[in-house]
């Protein structure tokens, strides 16, 4: 089991800047792939961004990519999304996954869930 709670939401002004992290508890989390989904009222829940377990690698979604930064710290057993030169349509709950597979965008990949963390971006 993982447990995953993510932190670090709030409000922003458009063009500002947030850091949501998301801590996990459990097994193993350095053999987990991560990722960062959202959903915003009314929409369904979106994919974001993504972090391998090993080398690191990153996926994002097109309208992130270039403002939003995925990171890992596994000494911390922490994963991180920097969101830089935020937009209204960023506002949404954002949620941290965990996934024992590749860590590809897909929502069905990921076993693990935390609760969500509040964004909202004001024009």
């Known amino acids: 089991q993982v447990q995953l709670v993510e932190s670090g939401g709030g409000s922003v002004q458009a063009g500002g800047s947030l850091r949501l992290s998301c801590a996990a508890s459990?097994?193993?989390?350095?053999?987990?792939?991560m990722g960062w989904f959202r959903q915003a009222p009314g929409k369904d829940r979106e994919f974001v961004a993504a972090?391998?377990?090993?080398?690191?690698?990153?996926y994002y979604a097109d309208s992130v990519k270039g403002r939003f930064t995925i990171s890992r710290d596994d000494a911390k057993n922490t994963v991180y999304l920097q969101m830089n030169s935020m937009k209204p349509e960023d506002t949404a709950v954002y949620y941290c996954?965990?996934?024992?597979?590749?860590?590809?965008?897909?929502?069905?990949?990921?076993?693990?869930w935390g609760q969500g963390t509040e964004v909202t971006v004001s024009s």
């Open positions: 972090i391998s377990w090993i080398g690191g690698r990153t």
């Open positions: 996954a965990a996934s024992s597979g590749l860590g590809r965008p897909f929502s069905e990949e990921y076993e693990y």
């Open positions: 459990g097994r193993s989390f350095s053999s987990y792939a």
